[in-house]
């Protein structure tokens, strides 16, 4: 019911920015929220950050926040991730996912895209 398309992705050098984003798609579904997960290898995919699509309330892990800051384009149905002073452990593969109320699961994912940090 909601397609999610990543664009960015790539390699940066510790301290540098890349930003991200997430186009959707949907005809009949409603979107409350759209975030961003990250799965690094060997690891569980872990929640970065989201953002309600109406009213903009951010959320953020521990470990993003103060580099990393989520917007929305809400006409566009986009939202996009900023990351800053970018570390080595950023290093993952993020995928965007969309929720259509307040208490449900984040159930609609794009594919995914890489983010490596390395010098």
């Known amino acids: 019911q909601v397609r999610l398309t990543e664009l960015g992705g790539g390699l940066r050098q510790p301290g540098g920015s890349l930003t991200l984003a997430c186009v959707a798609s949907?005809?009949?579904?409603?979107?409350?929220?759209m975030g961003w997960f990250r799965q690094a290898p060997n690891n569980k995919r872990e929640f970065v950050a989201d953002?309600?699509?109406?009213?903009?309330?951010?959320n953020y892990a521990e470990s993003v926040r103060g580099r990393f800051a989520i917007s929305r384009a809400g006409a566009e149905r986009t939202v996009y991730l900023q990351m800053n002073s970018l570390k080595p452990e950023d290093t993952a593969v993020y995928y965007c996912?969309?929720?259509?109320?307040?208490?449900?699961?984040?159930?609609?994912w794009g594919q995914g895209t890489q983010v490596t940090v390395s010098s």
């Open positions: 996912a969309a929720r259509e109320t307040a208490v449900s699961v984040y159930d609609y």
């Open positions: 949907t005809r009949t579904s409603s979107i409350y929220a």
């Open positions: 953002i309600t699509m109406n009213g903009g309330t951010t």
